[in-house]
């Protein structure tokens, strides 16, 4: 392995190390006969998949067991049961997120409720951000201009300006990383030497996350949650002036272009307007003067 190949941002690495922020798990005799706890691999992989297309219909575990663990140890990228190489699933995410932003954040909500520990004094919550920012840091293979939409509107925020992040909205910010994964990086593969390092050969039994992503970074990042007003309602994007979604800043520009250039619709420029002065009998029709004397005799 070369250092080009580590770390990578992917959705195995993604999901390992949403997997390290979990809710506590249930020991075996505190469930009944048959029963999960709801947060096997399979059962996180289903409620990540959800977020991209709440009407999917997941099979039964056995079968999903073996592509989830492939999918986050990113041996694969796609294939059966699994939408990430669906072109309509993923086209009609990407419009979601951006047309239908608060439907995506909501989703992305129920999945943090129902798997993710938050506001505890473990920080299981902080830790994740702070893992997922250093991983994204790291990654060279992602430029410092590309930009994440990880406010908390969906604002976008560009790699080199993670550091100025001290709060973060949690559903929104791995929203808008899951969304990049689905959408801009397909190849799941690139991850295979990162997810080895991460989670060393165990010979025959579970291999655990050996990281240390996030560790580093020593500052403060107050991490919170949306209550269920505040997901619920369209929310508006917000456009930032360094950096702004690319289907608005093409917009933006258009804009800009036809009002310097007079070529907008409805726009008509006039130079030299003349005002028209009419009194009585003997009408004078007088020119814009900047400067006029009347001298009465």
Request: hydrophobic share 30%; proline share 4%; aromatic share 8%.
């Amino acid at each position: 392995m070369t250092n080009k190949e580590y770390p990578r941002l992917c959705g195995g690495t993604f999901m390992t190390l949403v997997i390290q922020a979990l809710l506590p798990r249930k020991k075996a005799r505190e469930h009944y006969v048959g029963e999960s706890d709801k947060l096997n691999d399979p059962d996180v992989l289903v409620g990540l998949i959800k977020v991209i297309n709440p009407d999917y219909k997941e099979p039964y575990k056995g079968t999903l067991k073996t592509k989830a663990n492939e999918y986050k140890s990113c041996k694969l990228s796609k294939g059966q049961y699994l939408p990430f190489g669906d072109k309509v699933t993923i086209s009609v995410f990407d419009e979601r997120v951006k047309k239908d932003y608060a439907s995506a954040r909501m989703a992305m909500s129920t999945f943090i409720e129902n798997f993710i520990e938050t506001g505890t004094t473990l920080k299981k919550d902080e830790r994740l951000v702070k893992a997922l920012i250093d991983l994204i840091q790291q990654d060279d293979s992602i430029g410092d201009d590309v930009v994440f939409l990880i406010g908390s509107d969906g604002q976008p925020v560009r790699k080199d300006r993670l550091d100025d992040m001290d709060k973060v909205c949690l559903p929104s910010f791995l929203l808008g990383i899951w969304y990049f994964i689905v959408v801009n990086r397909k190849d799941n593969k690139i991850g295979q030497d990162t997810y080895d390092l991460w989670c060393p050969e165990n010979d025959r039994g579970r291999r655990e996350y050996q990281g240390v992503m996030g560790e580093s970074i020593a500052r403060k990042i107050d991490v919170y949650t949306l209550n269920p007003d505040e997901i619920e309602g369209s929310v508006e994007p917000q456009v930032e002036e360094e950096t702004s979604r690319v289907d608005w800043v093409d917009a933006e520009k258009d804009n800009a272009q036809k009002e310097t250039s007079g070529t907008g619709p409805n726009l008509q420029q006039i130079n030299n307007p003349f005002t028209f002065i009419q009194n009585g009998d003997n009408n004078t029709q007088i020119g814009y003067i900047a400067n006029q004397t009347i001298v009465r005799k």
